[in-house]
């Protein structure tokens, strides 16, 4: 397998701009989550899924972020308006279940000027 | 309160000591989660704890996991400056039905 694949690696955008950052998981892997990760506060759970389903999005900071996973091998997170503080390095990864261990991608680099 | 957390959050140390690094976390798990990540790349796990007193190790890493005590330990044996990155302990919480990462501890082997 692929490995949980991450489009695209960098992204620089305008204050205002609608980004959209993608990820494939692991083929079988029920479980996707998507990670946010800055130098100021580590790395931070935004939501995950179970089978497609977001199960809890109690770490997506406000309403301008929102995530989908419209089936079992895409997921998106869309910031719309993006903002300077948006800029993090924002991370995918997938499990089996939710104790298991988590594969994650190589991430996506959000530069937001 | 929910709490993952490892110390040191920082460890400099000099290439062929010993040092260990801890993790504690406040609730119930069977199960804990050792990773590694560089700088400027992604996670990568390095061990995977499964009962109490499971020990793992690779190279001059070894982990060990004390269910009981909500402790594990990462213990860094004559290390090498290869060994310089920053490594996360992760462990799922059942009761909040979440996947709960420590603040990751970054190491700098000083050659």
């Known amino acids: 397998d692929a490995g949980v694949i991450q489009s695209p690696r960098h992204e620089v955008t305008e204050m205002g701009q609608e980004v959209t950052l993608r990820c494939k998981p692991i083929?079988?892997?029920?479980?996707l989550f998507w990670y946010r990760q800055t130098m100021m506060r580590g790395l931070e759970l935004l939501i995950y899924?179970?089978?497609?389903?977001?199960?809890?999005d109690s770490g997506m900071p406000e309403d301008r972020f929102s995530a989908k996973m419209p089936n079992a091998s895409f997921s998106t997170l869309k910031i719309q308006p993006s903002e300077p503080r948006d800029s993090a390095v924002y991370f995918c990864?997938?499990?089996?279940?939710?104790?298991?261990?988590?594969?994650f991608g190589p991430g996506t680099r959000l530069t937001v000027t | 309160e929910l709490k993952v957390e490892q110390n040191p959050l920082f460890l400099s140390m000099q290439e062929g000591k010993n040092y260990t690094i801890y993790c504690n976390y406040s609730?119930?798990?069977?199960?804990l989660y050792w990773y590694r990540q560089d700088p400027g790349k992604s996670l990568e796990s390095l061990f995977v704890?499964?009962?109490?007193?499971a020990v793992k190790q690779e190279g001059r890493l070894m982990a060990s996991l004390d269910t009981k005590a909500r402790l594990s330990t990462l213990h860094i044996t004559a290390a090498v400056h290869d060994l310089s990155a920053t490594y996360f302990c992760?462990?799922?919480?059942?009761?909040?039905?979440?996947?709960?990462f420590g603040s990751g501890t970054k190491l700098n082997v000083k050659p």
């Open positions: 899924f179970n089978n497609n389903v977001p199960i809890d």
């Open positions: 083929s079988g892997h029920d479980y």
């Open positions: 992760a462990v799922p919480i059942y009761n909040f039905n979440k996947f709960y």
């Open positions: 990864a997938s499990s089996l279940a939710l104790n298991y261990e988590q594969y």
């Open positions: 704890l499964l009962s109490n007193g």
């Open positions: 609730t119930t798990s069977d199960r």
